[in-house]
């Protein structure tokens, strides 16, 4: 009896010095300011760190946490709230209502716009917008942002299966952003294996799910760590576990750096090796999949290709040097390639590039980018690019004769 007393004393000990130490560590966290619960102007709301949005999902690796609100302030600054269906948007009804158009975009983290206010982000201000032109006059217009951060193309078709089609839009567009989505699509070159890939069997397409049996170590950069295990309460009242997973997800993206400018850089050139070749023939064979289940569902079909920074610079100079220095024969090749895709395949595809290009250099601007976090020319859209992007989908969806 002696013993069972002293093991109890001991345990009880190591677990009070457990809550002591846990109960120090909150609280020196919380008078330090770092990361974690803040008051919003808004009596009753609380904000978590930014690497809270996303949780695990069986299908697509990962996605939006739906409920999920805080601010994101690592690149730009906005106040983020993530509706009851996982999308950065209001709440829109599954039956779509009289007299409207629908639209539903799909993309990765330029759609999902974390550094820009909602209402900023190029999906709310095409909404507003639209209905402006002549072809949708008397229209209410719907634009139902689909974008989750890191996704590529095969996540994108999951999500038009398993998400979009109950809204049944009459457009899609698909957002392409050629500094990584051709890389996302090839399980050969992205090093995020926690993510489903489409591989060839015998000749055909199908989907890879295997990331399924892999342990979360394997999720790298946007994403999942052992801490979302936890139940969601917990972790987003807990300023230990945010620090947790925002320390594992830093040391993450520090590996990947150097290993996803190389590849990035290999995306505007012609294909060297059997590994690009197929990367691009998937990426092909996905987008062309997409359009004919958008179209079997009664729906138009649209690609709009988001540049890289560089080929939208400012500075000419600058875009020709970043081109000799990496070898690059033509730094609008992907773009090239992406067009030659739609018209094989009979779908319409807008290049943003030119037209980003052509404000930059007019006005002197940058349209990625923010001051604030030092990043001017580089990175996401800024509020600016974002309404640019709103601006020329418009202009071409308000064309009476292109077939949209």
């Given amino acids: 009896m002696g013993k069972w007393k002293t093991w109890a004393v001991n345990l009880g000990l190591a677990l009070s010095s457990l809550v002591l130490g846990i109960t120090i560590g909150e609280i020196g966290l919380r008078l330090a300011k770092i990361e974690g619960l803040q008051k919003l102007p808004e009596p009753g709301h609380e904000v978590f760190s930014p690497s809270f949005f996303t949780q695990s999902d069986h299908d697509r690796g990962w996605s939006n946490r739906p409920g999920a609100k805080g601010w994101w302030q690592y690149e730009g600054e906005s106040y983020i709230k993530i509706n009851s269906d996982g999308l950065r948007d209001q709440e829109y009804a599954i039956a779509k209502p009289k007299n409207t158009f629908r639209i539903a975009i799909l993309g990765d983290s330029f759609t999902l716009a974390s550094q820009v206010p909602a209402q900023t982000n190029y999906t709310s201000v095409l909404e507003k917008t639209l209905g402006n032109c002549s072809k949708f006059k008397g229209k209410n217009i719907e634009v139902l942002n689909f974008g989750v951060d890191g996704y590529g193309t095969a996540q994108e078709l999951i999500t038009l299966r398993e998400k979009v089609g109950k809204y049944h839009p009459d457009l899609v567009i698909v957002s392409f952003f050629v500094g990584n989505d ?223």
């Fill in 182 to 404: 051709v890389i996302d699509n090839s399980r050969k070159l992205d090093d995020n294996y926690y993510r489903p890939f489409f591989v060839y069997k015998n000749g055909q397409l199908e989907p890879d799910f295997s990331f399924r049996n892999l342990p979360m170590g394997y999720s790298n950069r946007y994403l999942i760590t052992t801490v979302d295990y936890l139940p969601d309460w917990l972790v987003n009242h807990s300023r230990i576990l945010q620090v947790a997973k925002k320390a594992e997800l830093e040391y993450r993206k520090q590996n990947l750096v150097k290993h996803s400018n190389d590849l990035s850089v290999s995306t505007f050139r012609e294909p060297r090796d059997d590994n690009w070749k197929e990367a691009w023939q998937i990426t092909e064979d996905l987008l062309t999949l997409m359009q004919q289940e958008v179209k079997n569902q009664g729906a138009n079909f649209l690609l709009a290709i988001i540049g890289d920074p560089m080929q939208v610079h400012r500075d000419k100079a600058t875009r020709k040097i970043f081109q000799v220095s990496n070898k690059i024969d033509d730094l609008y090749y992907p773009n090239q390639r992406l067009k030659d895709i739609g018209k094989r395949h009979n779908f319409p595809v807008l290049d943003l590039v030119p037209g980003f290009q052509s404000y930059a250099k007019k006005n002197q601007t940058c349209l990625h980018g923010f001051e604030k976090n030092r990043t001017l020319c580089g990175g996401h859209w800024n509020i600016e690019g974002h309404h640019l992007a709103a601006e020329l989908i418009a202009n071409q969806l308000c064309k009476i004769d292109n077939g949209l």
